[in-house]
């Protein structure tokens, strides 16, 4: 669990101050973890005989935004038996320790569209990896330097700012179409349907504005939380329903039309003395498939619930900041404890679990964490904080291949037009085709 604590944030200013006003010698003795142990997880003997079901590739042109959908449901996408690496390009400034890169960039005709920790909004080729333009766009307050996410559907680029700002601009040249206000800062990416945009801010508050002018359409509030982890969910919408986790634990199914209440679920609740034992943040996107809906949060369960009703048809005890990979007849997700595991969709069962824990090429004392997965070429792959990318076998989680990247990333990749993208913590975008 240790290995995501580098992504809390505490909003509550009095915590701040007793973290940081002084230096303290460290204390002799064996150091003891003291929050709750999470319960190791174990392989069902009943799906040991269950065939996993890959369904076939999916030719992707364009990554349009979390999870490429906007139900967050990409299934299976092409991608070359072998790649190279391409090109890579520098698109932001190193991020200092108070700065953070949260969402991977988005990929639509031909472009790579990134934001950087300074509000800039950098366009790549997809072939050269040239600079084709970029847009600083004006933000209300300059002291957050936390950058938001992306989305580019129907050729208009929608961002979300750490300053609460949502813009639409034009994906050919960048100029603002226009602009929206949010109450407080957003750190999710946007997700994009239905004429919409849905964005979650951190005060737990889901605003729902028109793609043609930015109008607020309609509101709903979880309940808001004073600390919470860096980072932060978007929304999953399918067949006028949508999704929305709130860093409060809350799952809220509502009409995506109207915002009327279907139906809401606590993924958990857990309270400690310590304030981060009662971080139950819903972190990680939900994933909408069918009538289904897949959800899991830091420090709780993935569940799986009935899309319009609400529900609960399992749930499994799993930690996890990573959105769910659903693909065939299985889920895959990768743990809080670095374990890459599949779950059987239908009963919630284990298939096969992979530990990631691989030993760090950056720093030997350094805590590694992995992000992803994503199924691409019919292969997993996962990425870790020390500079390392894995793929693994979906059937049997069996290792593939191992590259180094020599750069930390703590998102996923992205695919589109059969090429592979990853953004580093250090601001370069890599491509290979």
């Not at 309609?218 to 982890?229: D, N, V």
């Amino acid at each position: 669990m240790m290995t995501h604590w580098a992504k809390y944030l505490t909003v509550a200013s009095c915590l701040v101050v007793a973290a940081c006003s002084s230096k303290q010698e460290p204390l002799e003795g064996t150091r003891e973890y003291v929050l709750e142990r999470p319960q190791l997880l174990r392989i069902d003997p009943q799906v040991r005989r269950v065939d996993v079901k890959i369904p076939e590739p999916i030719a992707l042109q364009n990554w349009a935004q979390t999870g490429a959908y906007a139900d967050h449901a990409a299934m299976h996408l092409a991608l070359p038996n072998t790649v190279t690496r391409a090109w890579r390009r520098k698109v932001s400034s190193t991020p200092a320790d108070d700065e953070k890169l949260l969402n991977p960039p988005v990929v639509g005709e031909g472009k790579v569209f990134s934001l950087t920790t300074e509000n800039e909004v950098v366009v790549l080729d997809t072939q050269t990896g040239k600079e084709l333009w970029t847009r600083e766009l004006e933000v209300s307050e300059d002291d957050l330097n936390i950058s938001g996410g992306l989305a580019f559907v129907g050729g208009t680029l929608y961002v979300t700012l750490g300053t609460g700002q949502v813009y639409a601009l034009d994906g050919a040249e960048g100029q603002t179409l226009w602009m929206y206000q949010a109450s407080s800062p957003i750190r999710s990416a946007p997700t994009v349907a239905e004429g919409k945009v849905f964005v979650i801010s951190n005060d737990n508050k889901l605003h729902t504005l028109s793609t043609v002018d930015g109008t607020l359409l309609w509101q709903h509030s979880g309940i808001e939380e004073s600390i919470a982890l860096l980072g932060g969910a978007s929304p999953a919408v399918s067949e006028g329903v949508v999704v929305v986790p709130y860093s409060s634990g809350e799952l809220y199914a509502l009409s995506s039309t109207t915002g009327k209440y279907i139906w809401h679920e606590a993924l958990s609740f857990r309270v400690g003395a310590d304030p981060a034992s009662a971080l139950v943040d819903a972190e990680s996107s939900p994933v909408i498939v069918g009538d289904m809906v897949y959800a899991v949060n830091h420090q709780g369960r993935l569940s799986a619930f009935d899309l319009k009703t609400g529900r609960r048809i399992w749930s499994r005890e799993l930690s996890s900041t990573q959105m769910p990979w659903v693909a065939g007849n299985m889920i895959y997700v990768v743990t809080d404890q670095n374990e890459l595991v599949a779950v059987h969709r239908q009963t919630g069962a284990i298939k096969w679990i992979e530990n990631l824990g691989l030993r760090s090429i950056l720093d030997d004392t350094e805590s590694v964490s992995w992000s992803g997965p994503i199924l691409a070429g019919n292969r997993l792959l996962v990425v870790a904080t020390d500079g390392m990318a894995a793929s693994y076998k979906p059937e049997t989680g069996k290792r593939l291949a191992m590259v180094r990247l020599r750069e930390a990333i703590s998102m996923p990749p992205v695919v589109a037009g059969g090429s592979l993208y990853f953004l580093t913590d250090k601001g370069r975008i890599i491509s290979y085709k």
